[in-house]
């Protein structure tokens, strides 16, 4: 979740924040930037509609573009 912590700075939102929004564990949110838990496939969609950026960009860091 190389993007998750990347949108979330350039945001300026703590972890806790975040956590607080979309209803999870500031614990959770933490596990999620550093890889050691993953997001089901709902959470995935709630972050990238709460950051308004892909859910490629919120695992990768990159935004996709189709060739």
């Known amino acids: ?3 998750l912590r ?3 700075k350039k945001k300026k939102l703590s972890q806790l ?3 607080m929004d979309l209803n ?3 614990e959770a ?4 930037e ?13 972050m990238s509609r709460y950051f308004n950026v892909s859910i490629h960009y919120l695992i990768t860091g990159e935004e996709f573009f189709p060739r």
């Open 6 to 8: 990347e949108i979330r």
């Open 24 to 26: 999870i564990s500031r």
């Open 34 to 46: 550093n890889g050691k838990r993953n997001p089901d496939i709902k959470m995935l969609i709630t």
């Open 17 to 19: 924040k975040v956590a």
């Open 1 to 3: 979740m190389k993007g």
């Open 29 to 32: 949110l933490s596990y999620y």
